[in-house]
């Protein structure tokens, strides 16, 4: 599944595809920490729920 995050920085969305954990499949693994796409600037992802793609 896909989600997009917004940059604290700049405001761009950055798009990650999420690893599904669990045998359940309603929890999903993305980065902790990423740098944006447009800006470089370090982000942090927030506690879910996210927003999907």
Avoid: H
Avoid at 1 to 24: A, I, K, L
Avoid at 30 to 42: N, Q
């Amino acid at each position: 599944m896909e989600f997009v995050f917004e940059c604290g920085w700049c405001g761009g969305d950055n798009y990650f595809v999420g690893r599904q954990v669990g045998f359940w499949g309603g929890k999903w693994e993305v980065p902790s920490e990423w740098d944006c796409r447009f800006c470089d600037g370090l982000n942090y992802t927030p506690d879910p729920p996210w927003t999907e793609a």
